[in-house]
Structures are given as structure tokens and as C-alpha cells.
């Protein structure tokens, strides 16, 4: 049974820095990976997904990595400002369609 | 614009009495979802449409069900809500049923039961 485990649980850190969120999956049989946004009280926004042929995918300031062999993805998030608080999650996608989640990292950035 | 939309926001019932949560969108897409995330946790997959295929994940207890009378709609019945049941209840579609595709999310409905 896929299990997906998201560290650190929370995170605070000062405006301006770089930080990088880790995930980790304990099947390798995935076709994709997602990260998401969720806001306090909020659904999930999409922010970047990686296919299972590929290494990473860069959006503006964010940028993912996925190493399927070792079942490990991270994201980077550059520069990091207030409005990037939020609640981050890995999803990964297995057969059937399926989203299996982490239980998020809590971000914090300080002003 | 094109979006998933979720009604209520925020439903509180009580211990036992049913309730339905709906789900719309104007993505026109082929795939339907509902997951379950209680407080602080991985949201979790109960049951997918595909078209009007239904899929039911293995450990979706017994008291939820499922409709979907039309592409626009999905709708969650909880049959008898206990109190292990108040959590946020996520509605997503995707285009098709291709594990390649991303899943776009609703903004949720809160579920309190008293």
C-alpha cells in the first residue's frame, strides 16, 4: 500500500529565504507526482506536476524535483514571501487514477 | 470562468440525521471525484465517476454513497453521520480517466456534526 510522508510536519522561516519542502513515496510504480497549495479553510490548488518520465518542473519562483528510483520528490521555493504561507501537499498518482496524498507541510514566512 | 464549485461551504448536521453535499463544474470533464480530509490530514480518495462509471475505493465505509446524475454533477449522500465523519469533504474533476491528467479541486464543504 502506497504511503506518501511529507517533512518537515511545519516550517517557519523568515521572508526572503530559500527553503525546500521534502516527500517521500514508498512505491515507485507512480505516473505522476503533484504538489498543491491549500489555504487555511481552502481546496487545493495545483502547482506544479511532474510525469513519471521526468526529472522536474520549474513555475516561476518554484521548482520540483522527482527521483522515482528512490522515491523522493522536493520543492523548492525561492525567495520566499508571506503570501506563500499555506499548507503544502505531495499527491502522488498511481494506476486507476488514483491521488494517494502526504499530510502536508505547514509554511510560515515571516515578514 | 471554468471551475469546480462546492455547496454549501459549510454544512453542520446532527449525529445521524443525512445529509447531502453537491458538486458542479464547468470544466465539462469526463472524471469526478470526492475525497475525504479530516483535521491535519492526507485528504483521501472515497469514490470516482467516470462518466457515470462508478468506482468506489475499497475502505469507503458503507454510510456514503454517491450520485451522479449528469456531467455537471456529483452529488455525497452520508447516510448516518457519525461524529468520525466531520471533516472537509473535497470534490475534483479531470478530463479524462488517464493517470497523466491533473486533478482540479473545488474549495470544499466543512462538515460538523453535533
Known amino acids: 500500500k502506497q504511503e506518501v510522508t511529507q517533512i518537515p510536519a511545519a516550517l517557519s522561516v523568515p521572508e526572503g529565504e530559500n527553503l525546500v519542502l521534502n516527500c517521500s513515496f514508498t512505491d515507485s510504480a507512480i505516473y505522476n507526482l503533484q504538489w498543491f497549495r491549500q489555504d487555511p479553510g481552502k481546496g487545493l490548488t495545483s502547482l506544479l506536476l511532474?510525469?513519471?518520465?521526468?526529472r522536474e518542473q520549474t513555475s516561476g519562483r518554484l521548482n520540483a524535483s522527482l527521483d522515482k528510483s528512490s522515491g523522493r520528490s522536493t520543492l523548492y521555493i525561492a525567495a520566499s514571501q508571506p503570501g506563500d504561507s499555506a499548507t503544502y501537499l505531495c499527491a502522488v498518482m498511481e494506476y486507476g487514477n488514483k491521488l494517494v496524498f502526504g499530510a502536508g507541510t505547514i509554511l510560515r514566512v515571516k515578514s | 470562468d471554468a471551475m469546480v464549485i462546492q455547496n454549501p461551504r459549510y454544512q453542520v448536521t446532527q449525529f445521524g440525521k443525512p445529509v447531502t453535499l453537491s458538486c458542479s463544474q464547468t470544466l465539462n470533464h469526463n472524471v469526478m471525484y470526492w475525497y475525504q480530509q479530516k483535521s491535519s490530514q492526507a485528504p483521501k480518495l472515497l469514490f470516482h465517476?467516470?462518466?457515470?462509471?462508478?468506482?468506489n475505493e475499497a475502505d469507503t465505509p458503507d454510510n456514503f454513497q454517491s450520485r451522479r446524475p449528469n456531467t455537471s454533477f456529483c452529488f455525497l449522500d452520508i447516510r448516518s453521520p457519525g461524529l468520525g465523519d466531520a471533516a472537509m469533504y473535497l470534490c475534483?474533476?479531470?478530463?479524462?480517466?488517464?493517470?497523466?491528467?491533473?486533478?482540479?479541486f473545488g474549495p470544499g464543504t466543512r462538515l460538523t456534526v453535533l
Open positions: 511532474i510525469q513519471s518520465s521526468q
Open positions: 475534483a474533476t479531470s478530463r479524462r480517466d488517464y493517470s497523466t491528467d491533473t486533478q482540479y
Open positions: 465517476y467516470y462518466d457515470k462509471d462508478f468506482n
